[in-house]
């Protein structure tokens, strides 16, 4: 393609078919136009150029140029200066390579769209959340893809819209704010980003001015200068999650490789998210093993382990700036009853609302933990007086006393708390625990609901209840206990009427031993049960064993402690021992506690009435120290009452226990139910209640309990009422 022109008209003077063509003209259009018209430039410029040509002789150079119908090209032009008759001619030999060009910059756009998914890949290296990812991800598409914006939407939880998760570009801000609505009758959920969502399919806009479908868009594309645009579904496992958008201020910045790229990075998001997800459920599940080690799996509490850690911090950091702390042992009272008789469930629920109580009643600067199965230990930081702890046991103890709900009743729950005080009573964390725990036993054995501080006293007594303990847990094997049988009298006719037997433990180590010592302990360490099974069997044995001596049949007491009542195998205990030594229920009494009684009436209400089912004679024991009501007391299926020792100790001298004696034995008949005084030891005990009407008594005034052969012979030198 040549084309000459004339430096001094700066028209042309020739051009040949190829520059015909070129221009899309014929040699008559090309010769009126202007070659600055052209080259899209003025004439001063293109005639200052060529002087360059004419001074140089030749020059190449590009320039845009356009053609007859207004389309604009690229050129390298090869200039010449010839002079012809005396004028500068410039002869131009054209060579369009706008193609060239293009492929030109399509290579660099490629180069850079492919630095870009590097940069991406690099992104997807560093993120630690996929927040972050997203936005290294824009960052990196933006700089390396020489893009105008990137930008990362996610669908929002109720799918109805996409919002920007992550933006870059100059107007990153803007596009921050766009919200898409997918809804397609909404004009603005037809454009580009939210087809591609809904058909999950890439939408690619060439000319942002042009396109229809970003025709609700168009402004604020405008306003960011977007002249051509792409969006790439994001999808995760199967599901369409959000878009990725890429404008560009040129028009057809996307071709077909671009948007395979374009893609690629999309693919490395997803597996970058994925990946991170992976990571995030493999730390949460890390986090989930450590937090089953260090915490109680019912109450979720800490648990013992992560305790002790946290009392060696507390012991160090105390020590450091020289601080006090206190340590309170909390331990349920009669939690064993309690799911004993109620079963683990309702034990269960039991722990978990105590726990919440204290985790409730303690600053969050201390901690609760569960360190066994009714034992929790709460470490209270920082206090500056042992008031500070007393203060805490006080709140939690009436805190633990509100009702609880259990199997839809309410039930009173209380406890004994223990406290020990760092560095007065212990420097280190095994004899901090234990001192706390020493306490609580203290306050255990001060009649529970209550709290005590560690004392030095405490030890020695602590070491003489772990010396019991160890010795009763064999007493059973080593055959060390025995019954006594006490007499029991009519008051009007003085005939013995019954007899109770009375556990006694010969210790080969401690040597006597009394109920009163060790029936407690007994309890609480549950061996109740298998002692309370011995007791019944040997006096139900003993009991016929009298008769084949010739004995007139005599009914049997026999004591059941609170754990025993709520022994679920009570019943069918009951029938086996009573075939098993053949003795009739009617001569078998059970003398159970007011309290164990009113502890839970409706359950006791049941029990007793299988109990009387069978045939056996029930009696309150302890009667006038449990607070029972009329009304209760005429629904319970007893048979006698039996007033309490401390109220008959005093009777010829005090008037109010003269008045609660006359009360229960009105009470008693009005109930018709046989009223029988324990601890008579006087005869103007025995004289007032005789007045009183009461039925029968039994104290030392007549007999003490004595063993198998003293009784055999109290009952052969006396005048018995048969039971049968
Ligand atoms: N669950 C069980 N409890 C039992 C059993 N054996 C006894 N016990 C209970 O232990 C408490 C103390 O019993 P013990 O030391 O045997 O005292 C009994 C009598 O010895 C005593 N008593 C009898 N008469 C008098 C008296 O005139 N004065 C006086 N000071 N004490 C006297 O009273 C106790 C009998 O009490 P009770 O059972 O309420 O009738 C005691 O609570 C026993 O119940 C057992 O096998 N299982």
Redo the contacts with the bound molecule.
């Keep these: 393609m040549v084309f000459a022109i004339d430096r001094e008209s700066m028209r042309f003077v020739y051009a040949n078919d190829g520059a015909c063509e070129l221009i899309g003209c014929d040699r008559h259009q090309l010769m009126t136009m202007s070659p600055h018209e052209l080259l899209l430039t003025d004439a001063e410029t293109l005639a200052s150029q060529y002087d360059e040509v004419i001074e140089a002789g030749g020059i190449t150079t590009e320039s845009r140029s356009r053609t007859y119908d207004g389309r604009e090209t690229i050129v390298e032009l090869h200039r010449q200066a010839q002079l012809v008759d005396g004028r500068w001619m410039i002869v131009s030999v054209v060579n369009d390579i706008i193609k060239r060009k293009r492929a030109e910059f399509t290579r660099d756009r490629m180069s850079r769209m492919y630095a870009s998914l590097g940069a991406t890949n690099e992104a997807i290296l560093r993120a630690t959340t996929p927040d972050d990812l997203y936005e290294q991800v824009c960052e990196a598409a933006l700089t390396g893809g020489g893009m105008l914006i990137a930008c990362i939407m996610r669908v929002t939880a109720d799918a109805s819209r996409l919002t920007v998760t992550a933006t870059a570009g100059v107007n990153g801000a803007v596009a921050r704010d766009l919200t898409v609505p997918l809804d397609p009758s909404h004009p603005e959920g037809r454009g580009l980003v939210a087809q591609c969502f809904r058909e999950c399919r890439q939408q690619i806009c060439d000319d942002y001015m042009q396109d229809p479908r970003v025709a609700p868009w168009r402004n604020v594309g405008a306003k960011m200068g977007i002249r051509s645009a792409a969006a790439v579904p994001i999808v995760k496992a199967g599901e369409t999650i959000g878009v990725m958008l890429l404008a560009a201020d040129h028009p057809r910045a996307f071709d077909e490789e671009g948007v395979g790229l374009l893609n690629r990075m999309v693919d490395n998001v997803v597996f970058a998210l994925e990946n991170l997800e992976h990571e995030a459920q493999r730390k949460a599940g890390e986090k989930h093993i450590e937090f089953l080690a260090t915490h109680d799996s019912l109450t979720h509490l800490p648990n013992r382990t992560l305790f002790n850690q946290s009392l060696s911090m507390a012991i160090e950091s105390a020590r450091r700036y020289r601080r006090s702390f206190a340590l309170l042992f909390i331990d349920l009272d009669r939690f064993k009853t309690i799911n004993d008789s109620l079963g683990h469930e309702a034990g269960d629920q039991l722990l978990i609302q105590i726990a919440e109580r204290l985790s409730l009643a303690v600053r969050a600067s201390d901690m609760v933990a569960r360190i066994g199965g009714d034992e929790f230990v709460i470490l209270v930081n920082d206090i500056q007086q042992p008031e500070d702890a007393a203060k805490l046991a006080r709140t939690i103890l009436s805190k633990i006393l509100e009702p609880v709900e259990l199997q839809g009743q309410e039930y009173r729950i209380t406890t004994s708390i223990g406290i020990a005080i760092y560095p007065d009573d212990a420097l280190d964390a095994s004899s901090l625990l234990k001192h706390a725990d020493m306490a609580m036993y203290r306050a255990k054995e001060e009649g529970k609901n209550t709290f005590e501080f560690y004392s030095a006293q405490l030890e020695s007594r602590s070491l003489k209840r772990i010396k019991l303990e160890n010795h009763l847990r064999q007493a059973l094997e080593h055959d060390e206990f025995e019954l006594a049988y006490?007499a029991k009298i009519s008051l009007e006719n003085e005939q013995i009427i019954g007899v109770?037997?009375?556990?006694r433990w010969h210790s080969a180590e401690l040597g006597e031993v009394?109920?009163?010592q060790f029936?407690p302990l007994a309890e609480e360490i549950g061996l109740i049960i298998p002692i309370?099974r011995w007791?019944l069997q040997t006096a139900c044995e003993q009991n016929m064993a009298w008769q084949r001596q010739g004995i007139p049949p005599l009914r049997m007491a026999?004591?059941?402690?609170p754990m025993q009542f709520a022994d679920h195998q009570l019943v069918s205990h009951l029938e086996s021992v009573l075939e098993r030594t053949g003795m009739p229920a009617s001569l078998l009494e059970l003398?159970i506690t007011e309290t164990a009684v009113m502890h839970d009436v409706g359950r006791a209400l049941e029990l007793l009435a299988q109990i009387k089912r069978l045939g056996v004679y029930i009696s309150i024991?302890?009667f006038g120290t449990g607070y029972s009501s009329l009304t209760q007391l005429r629904d319970l299926p007893v048979d006698s009452l039996?007033i309490d020792?401390s109220f008959v100790r005093d009777l010829s001298s005090n008037i109010t226990d003269q008045s609660i004696a006359r009360a229960i034995i009105t009470m008693g008949k009005n109930l018709s139910l046989n009223v029988i005084a324990?601890?008579?030891?006087t005869a103007e005990q025995q004289s007032f209640l005789r007045e009183q009407h009461c039925d029968d008594m039994?104290?030392?005034?007549f007999s003490r309990?004595g063993s198998h052969t003293a009784f055999a012979d109290l009952v052969r030198s006396h005048r018995v009422r048969k039971a049968l």
């Design positions: 006490q109770e037997a009375l556990l009394t109920p009163t029936l309370g007791v026999v004591n059941l402690s003398e024991d302890d039996k020792r324990e601890g008579v030891e039994q104290g030392y005034y309990p």
